[in-house]
């Protein structure tokens, strides 16, 4: 991992990012998961959880991300935020403007043609596309594996928005399965002083995700 300065959020790496994830639950914590059972994880009780029809009514899936041209189709998607009231657009908002945090849990379909180009940077960019975005720096990096060809990445990410000096910052990790035709993904975020006040939430929703791997 690179070496990075105070001012580049190295403050906002939880020491809960330097272990493996794990499925255990914790007081106050909900445990949600899709009806075809192929993933699920814990969410804070006050948090709001959207199902794959609501997450589907937005015009653009959140944390759907096309790249160089590929797309994978949403098998199933789970959003959630921490907003003091449900609505499901929350998801649609840029990190950088998000208060409170928002994410996704979601499978999605690789193509034949998308196997050939799969790569760390698919996982990632399918997700956060922040190559694309100012000022990205990773503050964690690393591989990421569930066992049994369940691998990937997992990484905390801080970036500025497209039009403003604000800050957003992302925590996600992104897995593709033994046969290459699915990526699981989960991602929790939201601008710097939202991640700052709300970043042990945050890891213990990522770090809480298990996938299926019988699915």
């Not at 639950?25 to 794959?52: I, M």
Request: glycine residues 8%; negative net charge; proline residues 6%.
């Amino acid at each position: 991992m690179k070496a990075v300065a105070p001012d580049c959020l190295l403050a906002l790496l939880p020491a809960a990012l330097l272990i493996a994830a794990c499925g255990g639950t914790d007081s106050g914590l909900v445990t949600h998961t899709d009806p075809d059972r192929l993933h699920r994880f814990d969410a804070p009780q006050g948090w709001h959880v959207y199902d794959f029809t609501e997450v589907s009514s937005l015009e653009d899936l959140p944390f759907d991300e096309q790249v160089q041209g590929f797309s994978f189709p949403a098998v199933t998607s789970l959003g959630f935020d921490g907003a003091p009231i449900k609505d499901v657009s929350h998801l649609t908002l840029a990190l950088p403007e998000a208060d409170y945090p928002i994410g996704t849990a979601s499978v999605r379909q690789i193509g034949d043609r998308e196997r050939d180009f799969l790569s760390r940077a698919v996982l990632t960019q399918s997700v956060v596309p922040y190559f694309g975005l100012p000022n990205p720096q990773e503050i964690q990096k690393e591989d990421f594996s569930f066992g049994d060809g369940f691998d990937g990445i997992r990484l905390l990410v801080a970036f500025q928005g497209q039009n403003s000096s604000d800050q957003g910052v992302a925590y996600l990790i992104s897995v593709s399965n033994p046969a290459d035709n699915r990526i699981y993904s989960i991602v929790a975020g939201c601008n710097r002083d939202c991640f700052i006040a709300h970043q042990d939430e945050i890891t213990k929703v990522v770090d809480s995700w298990l996938v299926n791997k019988k699915g």
